[in-house]
């Protein structure tokens, strides 16, 4: 049997990087507690607009997907699911909603992360959601050749409810024992070894690490997409968790190189609220030079549609034509074409 006893663990965590990485967070908590104090009424936007690029990146990790226009209107509940994939995302938006009103109320047990399961799948009608997985399940991967291979395996489906309270145990009484963000991250890598569900592991990581952050004071993932910057990143985001899940079983897994990339998420996410918290007390730029700040402070490519998200008084022509201004003054990159079409800030020499 596994054991989950981060008293013995945590401190093994902290090399020069991640010690840095944690100071660095912890500084950014409290300079955001202020700003939050002071502009709550500016920060409302921003939070719709992570609101919205949050249930996207999440789901789109998985595969699951629709159209634009769609996920705003379904994130907004101005529409009802029309398909599976929609019918997914609308569960992950009530989710999401749930853990951003109700954080301080949710415990870290089997019960809970059993109703925000079912939750997740709530209009999916023929759908296991709330219940753990039935059989054994494997996580499989395919090499460019189309080979398939078993990567890792993980807790039985027989052994899952004993595994998740154990892991819930364990991380409660350790709470008071080590750096909230270490244990956060140790416990979702262990979350998703068990993969305690037929489906929704992903998704279901995800929204437990935005509902732990929340609750240890990060609340940097209301503001700013955490699931999005994750999913610009996803082939790292694979590679540190398989790194950190090798000899698990064992308990021998080394924790360093998946805690060390999702810390690395939150200090962008900090980074990048900064960046935006400046444009919301720049009122004199204008609408153009609005949409050159947006791109040279995000993180990873950028999107028409998500800037007309994040500026909604700014018309579509405006943003076209600001964007290929930028383009031909070679400040930032275009990517792709038609509807895949990309943008990103040229790096400084």
């Known amino acids: 049997m596994r054991d989950y006893n981060y008293r013995k663990k945590w401190h093994e965590l902290l090399t020069p990087e991640i010690v840095k990485k944690l100071t660095l967070i912890h500084e ?3 300079e955001q507690r202020l700003f939050i104090e002071a502009h709550k009424d500016e920060l409302s936007e921003l939070a719709e607009i992570a609101k919205i690029q949050s249930t996207e990146a999440s789901n ?4 699951i997907s629709t159209a634009d226009d769609r996920i705003k209107n379904l994130v907004q509940a101005k529409t009802t699911p029309r398909n599976r994939d929609e ?4 569960g ?11 954080y301080a109320y949710i415990p870290v047990n089997s019960n809970y992360i059993l109703q925000l399961h079912r939750d997740l799948y709530k209009f999916l009608g ?4 709330g219940i753990y997985k039935t059989s054994d399940n494997m996580i499989r991967e395919t090499d460019m050749e189309g080979n398939e291979r078993i990567r890792f395996k993980p807790v039985a489906a027989w052994e899952t409810p004993q595994a998740i309270d154990e892991l819930c145990k364990t991380f409660g009484a350790a709470k008071e024992e080590a750096d909230p963000l270490l244990l956060d991250m140790m416990f979702i890598l262990d979350f ?26 990060f609340i940097v993932g209301k503001y700013i997409s955490i699931e999005k910057i994750i999913e610009e990143s996803k082939e790292t985001y694979y590679e540190v968790l398989q790194d950190s899940s090798i000899d698990w079983h064992e308990n021998k897994n080394d924790y360093k190189p998946f805690v060390n990339y999702m810390l690395g998420v939150i200090v962008s996410a900090y980074k990048e609220f900064e960046s935006r ?4 007390t720049a009122p004199d730029l204008s609408k153009a030079d609005r949409i050159r700040e947006n791109i040279k402070y995000h993180i990873g490519t950028i999107t028409k549609s998500e800037l007309m998200t994040m500026n909604p008084d700014i018309s579509d022509t405006t943003i076209q034509r600001a964007l290929a201004d930028l383009v031909k003054n070679g400040e930032i990159e275009k990517i792709g074409g038609g509807r895949y ?4 800030w040229k790096a400084e020499d």
């Open 28 to 30: 950014y908590k409290g």
């Open 60 to 63: 789109k990790i998985e595969g």
């Open 87 to 90: 019918s997914e995302i609308a």
């Open 92 to 102: 992950y938006r009530d989710v999401l909603n749930t853990i951003h009103e109700n």
């Open 126 to 129: 023929n759908v296991d959601g």
């Open 192 to 217: 998703l070894c068990i993969h305690p569900f037929n489906d929704g592991n992903g998704r279901m990581s995800r929204l437990l690490t935005l509902l732990l952050l929340y609750q240890s004071g």
């Open 277 to 280: 918290v400046k444009l919301l």
């Open 341 to 344: 079409t990309k943008y990103v």
